[in-house]
């Protein structure tokens, strides 16, 4: 009985904060449309799993338009706002835990 309510508590949890269908995946997304060897369903999945958590919804629409154009991460990195180091400092903690997590 237990481990039911906790199945049904964890399940419950996850789809309260579920993304809507259209914002879900945008990191996955990008991933496999990228030319990158690397770029496997399963890895672009554990990279999407790590986004949801190190980044906002809004970090995550912006991260994947860098799969297809990296010079915008260059510019945003070389930018001088507060926002914009914030974003990039949320970003590269994201790819360092991608990193450790999806290798």
């Not at 009985?1 to 579920?18: G, H, R």
């Not at 914002?23 to 990008?30: G, L, P």
């Not at 999407?48 to 912006?62: I, P, Y």
């Not at 510019?75 to 999806?102: H, P, V």
Request: glycine letters at 0%; hydrophobic letters at 40%; charged letters at 20%.
């Amino acid at each position: 009985m237990k481990q039911f309510l906790l199945i049904a508590f964890c399940a419950t949890s996850l789809t309260a904060v579920a993304p809507a269908p259209t914002e879900a995946a945008q990191i996955k997304r990008a991933c496999l449309a990228s030319d990158r060897t690397a770029a496997t369903r399963d890895r672009c999945s554990c990279i999407q799993r790590v986004a949801n958590q190190a980044l906002t919804r809004s970090d995550q629409k912006t991260v994947a338009k860098w799969f297809s154009n990296p010079h915008q991460a260059q510019e945003l990195k070389m930018s001088k706002t507060a926002r914009d180091d914030a974003l990039w400092d949320r970003y590269r903690n994201f790819g360092q835990m991608a990193q450790a997590i999806c290798s």
